[in-house]
């Protein structure tokens, strides 16, 4: 079990460039979900996949951001015309939905993509 | 709408100590519970987590809470704490779907020898 990792781990940009995240999850789990920190904060919900299909988005997710789940393996996430206020930690989760209880919707977290945008 | 009130920021103790963190949730609808854990510069590892049965959770690390569905709280406890466990915890909420995760703002942990 290799769990869930991300590439970056760090991103340094100037404000108005465009970045891409990369998350790659455990190999079983068909749910995906992206969240960002910022700092002395808990993390908060953007967006999440379930195969291939992007199900949700919160109202975090503007207009320049989009994320891709293309072949229900890995995703990637990407920010257009970065801003500073996008510096924050990206996190992803993936998890296992409809095996049962006990493995339903624990979400295993990657150790995130830390973004600075100057 | 969920939402998760983590009411400590900051929890200091003296290893081997006890100690609770606390949580409190509202949501109008069944709620999976769990806890994490944040290391410095790293991602968040589950602690422990309330999905259904008996409402004491034991959890890694010797950590352990309790689901009070009267209180709505969900308090993380450890009888004897070591100098290791210091790190920022985060209790966190999800729906019946399972589709997303609510997080409180965390406490911080700091174990003092």
């Known amino acids: 079990d290799t769990g869930v990792s991300q590439d970056p781990r760090h991103k340094i940009t100037k404000r108005g460039q465009n970045v891409t995240f990369r998350c790659d999850p455990i190999?079983?789990?068909?749910?995906l979900y992206w969240y960002r920190q910022t700092l002395g904060q808990g993390p908060e919900f953007l967006t999440y996949f379930q195969n291939e299909a992007q199900l949700e988005k919160s109202r975090l997710l503007s207009d320049r951001f989009s994320a891709e789940r293309p072949k229900g393996s890995f995703s990637t996430l990407e920010i257009q015309r970065t801003e500073q206020g996008d510096s924050a930690m990206y996190l992803c989760?993936?998890?296992?939905?409809?095996?049962?209880?006990?493995?339903?919707?624990?979400?295993?977290f990657g150790p995130g993509t830390r973004l600075t945008v100057l | 709408a969920q939402s998760v009130t983590q009411l400590d920021s900051q929890v200091p103790v003296f290893e081997e100590a006890p100690v609770e963190l606390r949580c409190n949730y509202s949501s109008s609808v069944s709620v999976y519970l769990f806890w994490y854990v944040q290391y410095p510069n790293q991602g968040l590892q589950l602690l422990l987590k309330y999905l259904s049965g008996s409402t004491l959770v034991k959890g890694i690390n010797g950590f352990e809470a309790e689901f009070n569905k009267s209180q709505t709280s969900f308090h993380l406890r450890k009888p004897s704490v070591h100098i290791s466990d210091t790190a920022e915890y985060f209790c966190a909420v999800s729906n019946n779907a399972g589709n997303m995760l609510t997080f409180g703002g965390g406490t911080r942990l700091m174990v003092k020898p």
């Open positions: 989760a993936s998890s296992l939905a409809g095996r049962g209880l006990q493995n339903t919707d624990t979400q295993y």
């Open positions: 190999s079983e789990h068909n749910r």
